[in-house]
Every structure is written in structure tokens, then in C-alpha cells.
């Protein structure tokens, strides 16, 4: 069978969607330690910005599936001296099964390595989504709650890479609903959102923004991310006056008892969040980050076309 790739959570069609994500809770579950479907296989792992969890998930996880690893650092490829991503892919996809790649910008390079279907093509992270995270976020809501059809999350913070994966995912899942708080300036890319809407007239689910706090419907899920997304600068010397009403503290979360604070990782307690809610009893932030890891094996025996 040809690589998969995964760039967008628009890649996957529903079937391949709801497998990875349920494919993930088995692993979690432990029901597959047996499984090598990499086995033989070599996997590169790119990095051109920080990670501890996507890059060590992907990398634990392949290790784990009987593959082997090439890992690369943010200048070590001939891109730097000018060769074109789609040349880079082309000969990688020689050598290579698959390739993880966390990128700088959009997903062009992404695309660019694809242009081919030997090697699947994993996105670690671009500028605009995070796809992989928002599979880690379903697969925790899965496990967390049975099912992800029916679930209202509320996303306050801004409307970044993780914030568009999970309104691309969140959004086909039938009957639920994803209520974006983000500050002004700082919402979800129009794009983004567009699609999103798209997916939730199809499916019945529902995705609005806002820029306040006010008018809060009963949610699930409240979930934050941090408010200098990795990689990305702000440009307004002002902008934590924006952000400082999103902060998730123990006032907001008393307003949903029962509810489960998520938080994709890295923290900035005292910022986005206070360390009385990540680190208190409704919060799954470090059950979510474990998650990666059983994610990234559905992913990579998803885009080597293991068993389905
Ligand atoms: N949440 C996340 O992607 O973490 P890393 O940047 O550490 O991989």
C-alpha cells in the first residue's frame, strides 16, 4: 500500500479519522503492546522549532513500533543551502518510510515533501495547524468521557495552530459544539473557522467565536494553550492586556462544575492558566501530553498502512 501523508486534519476522510483517534485510546489501553507495524521501517524526524512532546511521542512511538530513527536538526538538511523541499522529498522518500516534520511557515514545505508516495509525510506542527495535537485531544476526550459525538468544549486563549486543528476535528464529530473565546486580533484564522463551519453544518456539531467571556454556555471541556504559541512573536507591545481576561483561573472553572481543564503543553502557570487549575483535580493537561505517545503510533501505523 502507498504512505499516507498527514498535513491537515482535512486529509483524513470521517472512517480514517475516528479510526486514529480510537486506534490511539487501544494503545493507550495497552491492548496493542504486541503490535510491530513499523517494523523494518525508518522514520526521519525533523524539528526546525522546540519540542518535548510531539518530537519525543513520534519518536518513542516508532521506536516502539520496531522502526528506526534519522533525526534531523533545524539546519541540517541542503534546504539551507538552497535546495527545494521538493527535491528534499523526492530523495528522502528513497531512504526513508516516513518523515515527521515540524516547519517554520505554512504548510507549503509540507506539501512540497509529499509531492510524492513512498514516504508518508507526518505535520508535526505549521504555522496554521497542529494536526497531530488535535488527534491527541480527541483521543483523551475518548478516553475521558466514552465517546466525542456530544461533547461542548469551551477554547479560551488564542486562536492558534492548536486552536484551528481542534476546530477541524472537533467539528466532525456529530452534535458537538466548539465555543472559541479568543481576544480580539488574536481569533482563529478566517480559513480555519470557514472550514470548520463547513464540517459542522455537515455533521450537526457547531463552532462560534467570540471575543469575550460573556453569555458562557454549559461546557464539557474548558481548554487553553499558551499565549506565545511556540515559534511565533507578537508584534503589539500591548498584547497581555488583551490576553489577560482569557486567563483560565479557579473563578472560570467553578462556573462548570464537573468539568475537564485541558491544556496542549507547554504551560506558563500564572499566565494563560494558574497553577491552581493545571495542577488541580480537574485538570488533564499531563494525561493529555502521555497521550501523544499513543497517538503518534495510530498515526504512524495510520500513514504506513498498517492493519485497518
Ligand atoms: N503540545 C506540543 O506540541 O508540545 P511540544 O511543542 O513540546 O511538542
Redesign the pocket.
Known amino acids: 500500500m502507498g504512505r499516507r501523508h498527514l498535513i491537515s486534519l482535512d486529509d483524513l476522510d470521517d472512517d480514517d479519522l475516528r479510526w486514529i483517534v480510537a486506534r490511539g485510546a487501544d494503545y493507550a489501553a495497552g491492548s496493542l503492546d504486541h503490535v510491530r507495524p513499523l517494523h523494518e521501517a525508518v522514520v526521519g524526524v525533523l524539528f526546525r ?9 513520534f519518536s518513542a512511538g516508532a521506536l516502539r513500533l520496531g522502526g528506526r530513527l534519522i533525526t534531523y536538526g533545524p539546519g541540517d538538511l541542503q534546504e539551507n543551502t538552497g535546495e527545494t523541499a521538493a527535491d528534499t522529498g523526492q530523495v528522502l522518500s528513497g531512504m526513508l518510510d516516513v518523515l515527521v516534520a ?1 516547519t517554520v511557515g505554512e504548510e507549503a514545505e509540507l506539501r512540497a515533501y509529499a509531492e510524492q508516495d513512498r514516504m508518508a509525510v507526518v505535520n ?2 505549521s504555522a496554521g495547524e ?1 494536526p ?2 488535535a488527534l491527541t485531544d480527541l483521543t483523551t476526550l475518548t478516553r475521558r468521557f466514552g465517546v466525542v459525538d456530544g461533547l461542548r468544549v469551551l477554547y479560551v486563549g488564542e486562536g492558534n495552530n ?1 486552536a484551528s486543528a481542534l476546530a477541524l476535528g472537533l467539528s466532525r464529530f456529530a452534535g458537538t459544539e466548539l465555543h472559541l473565546r479568543t481576544p480580539f486580533d488574536y481569533g482563529l484564522a478566517p480559513d480555519y473557522l470557514h472550514r470548520a463551519t463547513i464540517h459542522a453544518k455537515a455533521a450537526g456539531s457547531r463552532v462560534d467565536q467570540r471575543h469575550d467571556l460573556l453569555d458562557l454556555p454549559e461546557v464539557d471541556v474548558v481548554y487553553t ?1 499558551r499565549w506565545q504559541t ?1 515559534g511565533s512573536v507578537k508584534h503589539t507591545s500591548d498584547w497581555r492586556t488583551a490576553f489577560a481576561p482569557f486567563q483560565v483561573n479557579s473563578a472560570l472553572m467553578d462556573r462548570f462544575p464537573g468539568a475537564l481543564f485541558l491544556h ?3 504551560a506558563h502557570r500564572g499566565e494563560e492558566v494558574t497553577a491552581e487549575v493545571l495542577d488541580g483535580p480537574a485538570s488533564a493537561a499531563f494525561e493529555q ?1 502521555e497521550n ?1 505517545y499513543h497517538s503518534a503510533r495510530a498515526v504512524l501505523e495510520w500513514c504506513t498502512g498498517g492493519v485497518r
Open positions: 522549532k522546540t519540542s518535548t512532546r510531539t518530537r519525543t511521542a515540524r508535526a506542527m497542529h497531530t495535537q492548536t494553550t511556540t496542549d503543553l507547554p501530553a501523544k
